[in-house]
C-alpha cells in the first residue's frame, strides 16, 4: 500500500478517487453541511430555552412553597392566640387553619 491510498474496513481506495467528483458535488455536500449545521443549532437553543423554562418553572415553585409556609406559620400562631382568647372558636379556627393548609399543600403539588 502506498502513502496515497486509504484503508477502510471495505478494501482500499486511492485517496484521488475519494475527492468530490466536481464543483456541483462540492456545493451540494456544502450546502447539505450547512443545513445540519443550522438545523442543529436551533435543536441547541430549543433544549437550552426548555431547561431555562423548567428551572424557571421549579424557582416559582420555590416562591409560592415559601409563601405558602409563611402564611401557615403565621395562622398558626394567630390559631393558638385565639385558642388562648377565645376557646369556643378553636375548633372552627383549626379547621379553616388546616382547610388553608391544605389547599396550599395541593397547589404546590399542582404547580
Do not use: C
Not at 423548567?54 to 416562591?63: C, D
Amino acid at each position: 500500500m502506498t502513502n496515497t491510498d486509504l484503508t477502510t474496513l471495505g478494501g482500499e481506495y486511492p485517496a484521488r478517487e475519494l475527492r468530490l467528483s466536481n464543483r456541483a458535488d462540492q456545493k451540494h455536500y456544502t450546502r447539505e453541511l450547512e443545513r445540519v449545521t443550522a438545523e442543529t443549532a436551533v435543536a441547541v437553543r430549543a433544549e437550552q430555552a426548555r431547561i431555562g423554562l423548567a428551572n424557571l418553572h421549579e424557582r416559582g415553585r420555590a416562591v409560592i412553597a415559601n409563601t405558602a409556609i409563611d402564611e401557615v406559620a403565621a395562622l398558626s400562631a394567630l390559631e393558638e392566640h385565639l385558642r388562648a382568647t377565645v376557646p369556643a372558636a378553636a375548633p372552627r379556627v383549626a379547621a379553616i387553619v388546616n382547610a388553608f393548609t391544605t389547599g396550599a399543600s395541593m397547589k404546590i403539588l399542582r404547580w
